[in-house]
């Protein structure tokens, strides 16, 4: 690993109870099985306090670890003791409006926007799928990141790379 901290990437959603929590559990294992030095965090603008049983349920059927995953507030990033976050991620559109705080290290920052599984209609097993899918959609994306070269991507090489994933 060397000297170099490893990037940091922060997810936010407004709650950090499904959509957020799902793509940092999804990040961290990704990045762990393709042995990049990448360590995601999530957390939210009104957290909930709660992580959704169906985040729950969906990382756990697909092989991912679930323990330390709690909802949080954004305010636990914020202060010049705290990680520098090369990348800030928002997942869902009201997180996307919001002021977000001055995060340590100027991080570049992208939209991935996600339906709220949690807002799915019908039955529970309507909802869980609505999670897998979730789940799926984001993996996708979290691959596309870590193929990148972060370790020699300049912040604006970054910036439009994640923009141009965005719409993928």
Not at 93 to 113: L, N, R, T, Y
Not at 129 to 136: C, N
Request: net charge neutral; with cysteine; aromatic share 4%.
């Amino acid at each position: 690993m060397g000297t170099q901290a490893s990037t940091q990437v922060l997810i936010l959603c407004t709650h950090n109870s499904a959509r957020s929590v799902l793509a940092e559990a999804m990040l961290n294992q990704l990045a762990r099985v393709m042995g990049k030095d990448v360590r995601a965090h999530s957390a939210g603008s009104a957290p909930s306090g709660r992580i959704s049983p169906f985040a729950l349920q969906v990382l756990a059927d697909a092989g991912i670890a679930t323990s330390g995953l709690r909802s949080k507030s954004w305010d636990e990033f914020v202060g010049p003791d705290k990680p520098a976050m090369r990348i800030v991620i928002t997942v869902c559109d009201s997180a996307a409006q919001e002021v977000c705080p001055h995060w340590p290290g100027s991080p570049v920052k992208v939209h991935w926007g996600y339906p709220d599984p949690s807002n799915a209609p019908g039955s529970d097993e309507d909802r869980r799928i609505a999670f897998e899918l979730t789940r799926q959609a984001m993996a996708y994306r979290m691959m596309q990141l870590l193929m990148l070269p972060l370790e020699t991507m300049s912040n604006a090489d970054l910036q439009t790379t994640l923009d141009i994933i965005s719409r993928s």
